[in-house]
């Protein structure tokens, strides 16, 4: 599977859109990008994936650009709440394939 | 939304006792489960694969003599740490996986932190 980078960490004012970046210069076409979070102590939380559309749902949107090598989470209204460690990760589509984290970002969000 | 649930969420035990940690997806049939392991400050890494009535896949350094993983039904996956010492001390978490579209998410439990004393 493809390899990402991401910011080691970020901080966001509460209410703002945080825009969490992620690169992912050698991603294959058959590769999907996916989104988790993990807050301090729980599982990872499942966001978002997409593979070359934009997609939004209830929780944040994938913005993907159109070569595919870099991809954007934006959370629209950040709360206290959304302060986490968010990981981007790319997968082949293959259900036997387990997900590989990285380092993620460290996102902040600031009162 | 698909729920995966982990028991026990915190064991505390004395070295040389074996643990067991059940996996469960509650509103979906896993075909495939993932076990990770979480030390502090660390990312997950993925311990192993199981799928329903087949061995578990181990990742390398992972002794499958000590994690004995067993996934006898389509919802439920267990994780056993033998004989466990201070080492294994960690945060334990399981995932799933229904079948069908390859590019579905996985979905993952709430972990269970051991530590064993």
């Known amino acids: 599977d493809a390899k990402t980078t991401q910011p080691t960490s970020m901080d966001c004012a509460e209410g703002r859109a945080a825009n969490l970046p992620c690169n992912h210069s050698?991603?294959?076409?058959?590769?999907?990008v996916y989104w988790y979070r993990q807050i301090h102590s729980q599982g990872p939380q499942y966001i978002i994936h997409?593979?070359?559309n934009n997609e939004t749902n209830e929780m944040a949107s994938l913005i993907i650009t159109e070569d595919r090598k870099s991809s954007t989470l934006i959370l629209p209204h950040a709360t206290l709440r959304d302060t986490a460690v968010y990981y981007c990760?790319?997968?082949?589509?293959?259900?036997?394939?387990?997900?590989?984290f990285g380092s993620g970002t460290q996102l902040t969000v600031l009162p | 939304g698909a729920v995966v649930s982990q028991h026990p969420s915190r064991v505390i035990c004395k070295s040389g006792t074996s643990v067991k940690i059940e996996c469960r997806s509650l509103d979906f049939q896993a075909t495939t489960m993932f076990w990770y392991r979480q030390f502090p400050k660390q990312s997950l890494m993925l311990m192993a694969t199981?799928?329903?009535?087949?061995?578990?896949?181990?990742e390398q350094g992972v002794e499958k003599d000590k994690f004995l993983i067993n996934h006898a039904s389509l919802t439920l996956s267990t994780l056993t740490v033998t004989s466990a010492h201070p080492e294994d001390s960690s945060f334990y978490i399981c995932?799933?996986?229904?079948?069908?579209?390859?590019?579905?998410?996985?979905?993952f439990g709430d972990g269970t932190r051991l530590s064993i004393l």
């Open positions: 997409g593979l070359k």
């Open positions: 199981s799928n329903e009535g087949s061995k578990a896949t181990y």
């Open positions: 995932s799933a996986r229904g079948g069908g579209d390859g590019n579905q998410p996985q979905h």
């Open positions: 990760i790319v997968r082949v589509s293959d259900s036997a394939r387990q997900l590989t």
């Open positions: 050698t991603i294959s076409g058959n590769e999907y």
